[in-house]
């Protein structure tokens, strides 16, 4: 089954959301989880029951590799020089 992008997380039936180890217990997490079509949904975690956006594995696995080699840091601190 397909998920469009905008779905509602509740109306995704039973998914497993997972966040970072590091995560905080006050809701500033993105979650993720994987559907039964394999795509994976990522989510507010601060909005658990709101929107998401579903991206196909090879997009997160792009996604991932360049937060490892840092090409996402000046996201974290838009003004550190």
């Given at each position: 089954m397909s998920h469009p992008n905008g779905t509602r997380a509740a109306d995704l039936g039973p998914v497993t959301w997972r966040r970072p180890a590091g995560g905080t217990a006050d809701g500033q997490n993105v979650e993720f989880a994987v559907l039964d079509d394999g795509q994976v949904a990522v989510r507010n975690a601060r909005d658990p029951?709101?929107?998401?956006?579903?991206?196909?594995?090879?997009?997160?696995?792009?996604?991932?590799?360049?937060?490892?080699?840092?090409?996402f840091d000046d996201m974290v601190d838009p003004f550190r020089d």
């Open positions: 029951e709101g929107p998401v956006l579903v991206y196909t594995p090879a997009e997160i696995s792009a996604f991932v590799d360049g937060a490892k080699k840092g090409e």
